[in-house]
C-alpha cells in the first residue's frame, strides 16, 4: 500500500501564476482534504472532496479550487499566486463512513517568488 | 467553531525523561481528538486518536493521551523520550458526523520537541 502519495515534491512559482498541486488517496479511500500549513504553523483546512464534490471549506479565498476524479483522486489548484501562498500543501485522505482517521502525505512545497 | 491551544511552543527534555505535551480545545460537545507527529520537511503521523471510551488511549512508539472532559484537554504523554522522538507535535480536533477524519481537522500550532543527549 502506498498510502497518500502527492506531487511534484517541490515547486518554484512567480507572483500571479497558477499552480496544480495532485494527490492520490490511500487504497480503499474515498475522501481527500486539503491542508495549508505556513512555517511554523500547524495544517489549516482548506477543503474536503467527497463523492467529486467539495463537501466543507475552510476560510479560504475562491483563488483556492479543486477537484476531485472518479478514482478518488484529486488537484488542488491555487490561482493569481501571491508571496503569502507559499506553504507546505498537504492532502489526507479517508473514509467518509465509520469512524476513521484522516492519513496524511508527504506535502509539496510551494515557494512563490 | 472549533480551537486548539498548544500552550507549549518548545519543549526540552533529556534522554530517557519523561514527557507530557498539553493540549486545549473549545467546543461545545465532546470531539474527536488527535495527536500527529511531524519530522522536518515530512508528512504528518497519527500517533493516536479519540473517538468515545475509555479516557486513556494509547498510540504508537509508546506514546498516550488522556482525554480529560471537565479541563478540555487532550495531554500527550510518554514516560521515556529517544532520540529520535524529537519533531513537531500537533494536537487535532475534529467535529465530523463521520467521525473527524472525514471532515475538516483544527489544528494547534505544534510544540517543538528536542531531546536532550
Known amino acids: 500500500d502506498a498510502g497518500v502519495t502527492q506531487s511534484p515534491t517541490h515547486l518554484i512559482k512567480t507572483r500571479g501564476q497558477q499552480v496544480t498541486l495532485r494527490c492520490s488517496p490511500k487504497?480503499?479511500?474515498?475522501?481527500v482534504s486539503w491542508y495549508q500549513q505556513a512555517l511554523g504553523q500547524g495544517p489549516q483546512f482548506i477543503f474536503q472532496?467527497?463523492?467529486?464534490?467539495?463537501?466543507q471549506r475552510g476560510n479560504f479565498p475562491d483563488r483556492f479550487s479543486g477537484h476531485q476524479f472518479p478514482n478518488y483522486s484529486s488537484e488542488l489548484n491555487v490561482n493569481a499566486l501571491l508571496l503569502g501562498d507559499s506553504a507546505l500543501y498537504l492532502c489526507?485522505?479517508?473514509?467518509?463512513?465509520?469512524?476513521?482517521?484522516?492519513?496524511f502525505g508527504q506535502g509539496t512545497r510551494l515557494t512563490v517568488v | 467553531a472549533q480551537s486548539v491551544t498548544q500552550p507549549d511552543i518548545h519543549i526540552t527534555v533529556s534522554e530517557g525523561a519523561s514527557l507530557e505535551l498539553r493540549c486545549n480545545y473549545s467546543?461545545?460537545?465532546?470531539?474527536?481528538l488527535f495527536w500527529y507527529v511531524q519530522s522536518p520537511g515530512q508528512g504528518l503521523q497519527l500517533l493516536l486518536k479519540?473517538?468515545?471510551?475509555?479516557?486513556l488511549v494509547q498510540g504508537i512508539k509508546g506514546f498516550e493521551a488522556e482525554f480529560k472532559r471537565s479541563q478540555s484537554s487532550f495531554n500527550l504523554r510518554k514516560p521515556s523520550v529517544h532520540w529520535s522522538d524529537a519533531a513537531e507535535y500537533f494536537c487535532?480536533?475534529?467535529?465530523?458526523?463521520?467521525?473527524?477524519?472525514?471532515?475538516?481537522?483544527?489544528f494547534g500550532k505544534g510544540t517543538h520537541l528536542i531531546i536532550q543527549p
Open positions: 489526507a485522505s479517508s473514509l467518509a463512513q465509520g469512524r476513521t482517521e484522516a492519513f
Open positions: 487504497s480503499g479511500h474515498d475522501t
Open positions: 472532496y467527497y463523492e467529486e464534490e467539495e463537501r
Open positions: 467546543y461545545g460537545a465532546t470531539p474527536y
Open positions: 479519540y473517538f468515545s471510551g475509555d479516557t
Open positions: 487535532a480536533v475534529g467535529i465530523g458526523p463521520s467521525g473527524g477524519g472525514a471532515d475538516g481537522l483544527t
